[in-house]
T-cell receptor, first 112, second 115 residues
Framework: SQQGEEDPQALSIQEGENATMNCSYK?????LQWYRQNSGRGLVHLIL?????REKHSGRLRVTLDTSKKSSSLLITASRAADTASYFC????????????FGRGTSLIVHP | DSGVTQTPKHLITATGQRVTLRCSPR?????VYWYQQSLDQGLQFLIH???????AKGNILERFSAQQFPDLHSELNLSSLELGDSALYFC????????FGYGYTFGSGTRLTVV
């Protein structure tokens, strides 16, 4: 089973709006990562947040992590058509395990 | 260009055949990870090599095997192919496999179609 699960499965918004995607996981983690995948292409690493961090920013991206709720959110502000892609969260299983396991992703469509 | 090179980009082969997928990690990265992405299973971790040694195994079938060579490139061998093996196969590399994590750099993948 997947360690991380994204929600919603699909999201459709207009350019300029904000997009929020959520990730829930089951076991304690060392870190959580978000990736973007354009259709049929490789995954691109967006941001990594460690278990002792609560919020990180990178450009128009804001990631939060709530370890008590075992959840994370990715906010993309002022979205652009070029943000259209699938977004995945990846978590390790905590402890000595470092292999990132991926959810099924959120498919984001940004309409121009 | 992510710095991780995967070849070939596309592969079409018949059931029962054997194929080899190749991955060259980003310069300086010692770890190579193989993932399989299919519509029904999502992105599944297969196997991890660090500096030539196998470090972790995931959902890798016995028909599949991998190795990492002294120059750090890796090959994933898929044999006795079945229709269900059709998928995107990704290789990712990282510099440090420890719990601190530095993000993984993915190649553009090999699309395998078994007919």
């Amino acid at each position: 089973s997947q360690q991380g699960e994204e929600d919603p499965q699909a999201l459709s918004i207009q350019e300029g709006e904000n997009a929020t995607m959520n990730c829930s996981y089951k076991t304690s983690i060392n870190n959580l990562q978000w990736y973007r995948q354009n259709s049929g292409r490789g995954l691109v690493h967006l941001i990594l947040i460690r278990s002792n961090e609560r919020e990180k920013h990178s450009g128009r991206l804001r990631v939060t992590l709530d370890t008590s709720k075992k959840s994370s959110s990715l906010l993309i502000t002022a979205s652009r058509a070029a943000d259209t892609a699938s977004y995945f969260c990846a978590t390790d299983a905590g402890g000595g395990s470092y292999i990132p396991t991926f959810g099924r992703g959120t498919s984001l469509i940004v309409h121009p | 260009d992510s710095g991780v090179t995967q070849t070939p980009k596309h592969l079409i082969t018949a059931t029962g055949q054997r194929v080899t997928l190749r991955c060259s990690p980003r310069s300086g990265d010692l770890s190579v990870y193989w993932y399989q992405q299919s519509l029904d299973q999502g992105l599944q971790f297969l196997i991890h090599y660090y500096n030539g040694e196998e470090r972790a195994k995931g959902n890798i079938l016995e028909r599949f095997s991998a190795q990492q060579f002294p120059d750090l490139h890796s090959e994933l061998n898929l044999s006795s192919l079945e229709l269900g093996d059709s998928a995107l196969y990704f290789c990712a590399s990282s510099v440090d496999p420890t719990r601190f994590g530095y993000g993984y750099t993915f190649g553009s993948g090999t699309r395998l179609t078994v007919v």
